[in-house]
């Protein structure tokens, strides 16, 4: 008898008559023996409706009350599954992450799961029935009702997976599985069967949509086996798991990008200790996160600094930064909002000398310009004009092969 933990994004329970599909496929489970615990999403387009209703209140949403509003969305679909499996004749029961004592830090709209206690939910599957449990949600030492971010029942089912000590952990989606790059953009694409989680934590980190980053990291951190799979087909999907896991680390094993990206550059920095301290420390303190980071000194006294933000944050980080600028002396702030990431990843990547000087050729064939570059021992990404950004998956996808089942590093060379 199997402990599994899976959890339904938006879009597997955008409906009524999708609802009781998702229950009909966890009962199959069930009936085979399985011990289920299920995690659900608010259906699709409910936080967004539920936060434009917020807008409407109040100009900038008070975070506690958010909270306390957006966690509704998850409430509705655990009671209409419950409801569900109930109407087909067997046990349920829906929990919220207070019932179920999810405890997390007291950052409203984004906190971070401290602990979760699985007495309950141990003891109603002694009951023999199937478990629901709100994705998304948490809340604090205090009681105030916290959520989790965007994202967030991909970290749910997680940790109850790992404080479970569940022997998989399924997260059903609108697609098969994870790619070799984007599908829409380059139909060659194929799934992968296996990936390792610094792979996945790195295709989360540089655009990826298909898992939430967090729980990546809380996957590798409790070594908990996760699936992706589609809600639409039985088909196998794709499983991350440990490195040593995998039979033979490939190569290259994913392209991503991201058109979320920002460019800034102060220019004429005094070269001095303590400059870019004061530079980011502002920028850290507005919560916006700084990804990509150049240097170029010029004279030795005087130096440009370049750095990438969200999209989103842009317009914060230039109203910040121009003050900064005139604070310590640096001669103007320039931004450039059109362009985007694209990253190639691969744990064979480790040991293999070469890709990213491949990567560089490729690029430079189809007339692509890099602005920057970032490297670490798994993932090369380069900087590019966002118009570009096709064109470049496609090439790079093609000059990796990852449209052909990929050869191991070892016999790449």
Same mark, same amino acid.
């Given at each position: 008898?199997?402990?599994?933990?899976?959890?339904?994004?938006?879009?597997?329970?955008?409906?009524?008559?999708?609802?009781?599909?998702?229950?009909?496929?966890?009962?199959?489970?069930?009936?085979?023996?399985?011990?289920?615990?299920?995690?659900?999403?608010?259906?699709?387009?409910?936080?967004?409706?539920?936060?434009? &209703?917020? +807008? *409407?209140?109040?100009?900038?949403?008070?975070?506690?009350?958010?909270?306390?509003? /957006? %966690?509704?969305?998850?409430? $509705?679909?655990?009671?209409?599954?419950?409801?569900?499996?109930?109407?087909?004749?067997?046990?349920?029961?829906?929990?919220?992450?207070?019932?179920?004592?999810?405890?997390?830090?007291?950052?409203?709209?984004?906190?971070?799961?401290?602990?979760?206690?699985?007495?309950?939910?141990?003891?109603?599957?002694?009951?023999?029935?199937?478990?629901?449990?709100?994705?998304?949600?948490?809340?604090?030492?205090?009681?105030?009702?916290?959520?989790?971010?965007?994202?967030?029942?991909?970290?749910?089912?997680?940790?109850?997976?790992?404080?479970?000590?569940?022997?998989?952990?399924?997260?059903?989606?609108?697609?098969?599985?994870?790619?070799?790059?984007?599908?829409?953009?380059?139909?060659?694409?194929?799934?992968?069967?296996?990936?390792?989680?610094?792979?996945? &934590?790195? +295709? *989360?980190?540089?655009?990826?949509?298909?898992?939430?980053?967090?729980?990546?990291? /809380? %996957?590798?951190?409790?070594? $908990?086996?996760?699936?992706?799979?589609?809600?639409?087909?039985?088909?196998?999907?794709?499983?991350?798991?440990?490195?040593?896991?995998?039979?033979?680390?490939?190569?290259?094993?994913?392209?991503?990008?991201?058109?979320?990206?920002?460019?800034?550059?102060?220019?004429?920095?005094?070269?001095?200790?303590?400059?870019?301290?004061?530079?980011?420390?502002?920028?850290?303190?507005?919560?916006?996160?700084?990804?990509?980071?150049?240097?170029?000194?010029?004279?030795?006294?005087?130096?440009?600094?370049?750095?990438?933000?969200?999209?989103?944050?842009?317009?914060?980080?230039?109203?910040?930064?121009?003050?900064?600028?005139?604070?310590?002396?640096?001669?103007?702030?320039?931004?450039?909002?059109?362009?985007?990431?694209?990253?190639?990843?691969?744990?064979?990547?480790?040991?293999?000398?070469?890709?990213?000087?491949?990567?560089?050729?490729?690029?430079?064939?189809?007339?692509?310009?890099?602005?920057?570059?970032?490297?670490?021992?798994?993932?090369?990404?380069?900087?590019?004009?966002?118009?570009?950004?096709?064109?470049?998956?496609?090439?790079?996808?093609?000059?990796?092969?990852?449209?052909?089942?990929?050869?191991?590093?070892?016999?790449?060379?």
């Amino acid at each position: 008898m199997a402990l599994i933990v899976q959890k339904f994004g938006g879009t597997s329970v955008g409906s009524t008559d999708k609802i009781r599909a998702v229950a009909q496929r966890v009962l199959k489970n069930h009936l085979q023996g399985n011990r289920m615990v299920v995690v659900l999403s608010a259906m699709s387009g409910e936080t967004d409706r539920l936060s434009n &209703l917020a +807008l *409407a209140m109040q100009h900038i949403p008070d975070q506690r009350e958010m909270d306390m509003l /957006l %966690a509704t969305g998850e409430q $509705v679909t655990v009671a209409l599954f419950a409801m569900a499996v109930k109407d087909l004749g067997h046990s349920a029961v829906s929990l919220l992450g207070d019932q179920v004592a999810i405890r997390t830090d007291s950052m409203h709209t984004k906190a971070r799961i401290r602990s979760i206690d699985p007495a309950l939910i141990n003891s109603h599957l002694d009951q023999g029935k199937i478990v629901v449990i709100a994705g998304f949600q948490g809340v604090t030492e205090d009681g105030d009702i916290t959520t989790l971010g965007r994202g967030g029942s991909d970290t749910t089912a997680v940790a109850l997976a790992a404080a479970m000590r569940a022997d998989a952990c399924e997260i059903f989606t609108d697609v098969e599985g994870v790619y070799t790059t984007d599908p829409n953009i380059c139909p060659q694409a194929r799934k992968i069967d296996y990936i390792s989680y610094d792979e996945m &934590l790195e +295709l *989360a980190s540089l655009g990826a949509k298909v898992l939430d980053i967090r729980s990546v990291g /809380l %996957a590798k951190r409790f070594r $908990v086996p996760v699936q992706v799979r589609s809600t639409f087909s039985e088909n196998i999907g794709t499983w991350v798991v440990e490195e040593e896991k995998i039979m033979e680390s490939m190569l290259v094993s994913g392209i991503t990008y991201s058109k979320n990206e920002a460019r800034i550059t102060i220019k004429q920095v005094p070269d001095q200790p303590g400059i870019a301290a004061k530079i980011f420390l502002p920028i850290s303190d507005a919560g916006i996160l700084v990804d990509m980071i150049i240097q170029n000194t010029t004279d030795g006294r005087l130096t440009d600094m370049t750095f990438t933000v969200l999209r989103r944050d842009y317009d914060r980080a230039m109203d910040i930064l121009k003050k900064v600028a005139e604070a310590i002396g640096a001669q103007n702030v320039t931004g450039d909002e059109s362009i985007a990431k694209v990253s190639i990843v691969g744990v064979g990547m480790r040991n293999h000398p070469g890709v990213a000087s491949t990567m560089f050729q490729i690029l430079a064939k189809e007339g692509i310009n890099m602005m920057m570059v970032s490297t670490s021992e798994i993932k090369v990404s380069c900087v590019i004009a966002e118009k570009y950004t096709e064109l470049a998956v496609r090439a790079l996808h093609d000059a990796f092969a990852l449209d052909k089942e990929n050869l191991p590093a070892e016999e790449t060379e």
